[in-house]
């Protein structure tokens, strides 16, 4: 699959107070600099990398809303997502998009539209926690970000097993080992 596409990506808004609410029944819950710290020392150590710093996560998710979710106390799963900007997605597609200090340009701004949908990380220390991250993803990527397309980095054997498993597909000319789901909806069924 290419890095370019043809025709024009529709852009949605999606609701803040529903992600909340959703993330919620599914027993996630917005990240304070503590959690996030903790949950992307889980990350890191699961993935065997470095990822973003907690300050720059959470700097994403003061410009989104919607960035930064944990499970378990103490925490056993992290799920970073970050929507992405027209320019955002655009720059996703052709490997100019920082992952781990984004531009705010690249983001969606709280009330703004939503491109395309970055997810950071999703990770789980149990088998458990790795149930509630995939369902968590599934279900926010149909429910929330259906219309807009989707993007991960596959940094792990198992990661790519698991966005093979949710539909995910590799893309060349982007980000290094970059995958996408393209929108799976178009219009404003989902938001």
Do not use: C
């Amino acid at each position: 699959m290419s890095a370019t596409r043809n025709g024009i990506n529709p852009a949605i808004h999606v609701d803040i107070v529903r992600v909340e609410q959703r993330a919620r029944e599914l027993d996630f819950r917005h990240a304070t600099i503590g959690e996030l710290t903790e949950g992307i020392k889980l990350a890191e150590t699961l993935m065997g990398s470095k990822i973003a710093t907690p300050e720059a996560v959470m700097r994403m998710d003061v410009i989104t809303g919607m960035t930064a979710w944990v499970t378990g106390d103490p925490i056993e799963g992290v799920f970073l997502v970050l929507p992405l900007s027209p320019a955002g997605e655009q720059a996703v597609r052709d490997g100019s998009y920082n992952p781990a200090d984004p531009a705010p340009a690249h983001l969606a701004w709280q009330g703004r539209e939503v491109a395309g949908v970055y997810i950071g990380v999703y990770a789980g220390a149990t088998k458990e926690a790795r149930r509630a991250v995939m369902t968590a993803a599934a279900v926010m990527r149909v429910e929330q970000f259906a219309p807009v397309p989707s993007f991960a980095r596959g940094a792990t054997d198992d990661g790519k097993r698991s966005m093979a498993s949710l539909g995910f597909s590799p893309l060349e000319g982007g980000l290094p080992d970059l995958w996408v789901q393209e929108a799976l909806s178009t219009g404003s069924e989902a938001a």
